[in-house]
């Protein structure tokens, strides 16, 4: 009877027993995300109206090398039988010259988080959508498994101004963990609540086309000056 257990059966058996394993770990992990997010409640006061069609040009200067980048949105189409076209519930925005794109639904994500949306599409966050007067918003990257932040975030408003012909908000951006401090500072349009500009240590963003109308003015500031 021991006979049986030949090499060639226990190689099958320890096969069976790692694919086993294999199919256990994807099975029970297919949902399990290794970060979640933590954040203050937003009041969003406006939604995300960019429609498809509409095109976003970008000016920008990454240590004295300059250039343009381009977001151009669409509509993802997820049916089309009968002669009837279902479109997707979200409006796709791709970067230009590349296939990297992402679907941003009216409440300004594209994910769970409002803190950002997916890497590259700096043109544009959810937090945006809640921007007022004396706005203060802070959130936390935090590890799935030891609940330890892995990155603190925080958005202080600044002041009111006109930006580029546009009412704009200046913000504060900075955020701190695995890539070290971050600061930023964002001036973004209070109808559209799209970045007109971005500013950080070393780079520069500036919007120098959009479906709204731009305008090369001085800056005024309505907010009170701050005392010396």
């Known amino acids: 009877m021991f006979k049986l257990y030949t090499p060639r059966t226990v190689v099958i058996s320890i096969g069976l027993v790692i694919a086993l394993f294999i199919f256990s770990f994807f099975f029970f992990t297919a949902n399990f995300k290794p970060v979640y997010y933590k954040e203050q409640i937003l009041h969003k006061n406006k939604i995300f ?9 970008y000016e920008y200067n990454i240590l004295n090398e300059s250039g343009n980048i381009s977001f151009l949105f669409w ?20 970067i230009a010259g590349s296939n990297i794109s992402t679907c941003i639904n009216a409440n300004g994500t594209d994910e769970e988080s409002n803190q950002s949306l997916n890497s590259g599409f700096f ?7 809640a921007l007022s007067d004396n706005f203060n918003w802070k959130s936390q990257v935090v590890n799935s ?17 006109i930006f ?12 701190n963990g695995i890539f070290g401090n971050i600061e930023k500072k964002i001036w973004i349009d209070v109808q559209n609540r799209i970045v007109l500009k971005e500013e950080g240590k070393n780079y520069t963003f500036k919007l120098i086309r959009a479906w709204f109308p ?15």
């Open 49 to 57: 109206t960019p429609k498809p069609g509409d095109v976003l040009i």
């Open 75 to 94: 509509r993802k189409v997820i049916e089309n039988r009968n002669f009837t076209v279902i479109y997707a519930n979200c409006t796709t925005v791709t």
């Open 123 to 129: 043109f544009f966050a959810p937090w945006m959508l």
């Open 145 to 161: 498994i030891s609940h330890e932040p892995l990155e603190n975030f925080s958005v202080l408003y600044i002041k009111k101004t």
């Open 164 to 175: 580029l012909g546009r009412d704009a908000y200046v913000a504060k951006v900075e955020s």
């Open 214 to 228: 731009l305008s090369e003015i001085n800056q005024t500031v309505f907010s009170q000056p701050q005392l010396e």
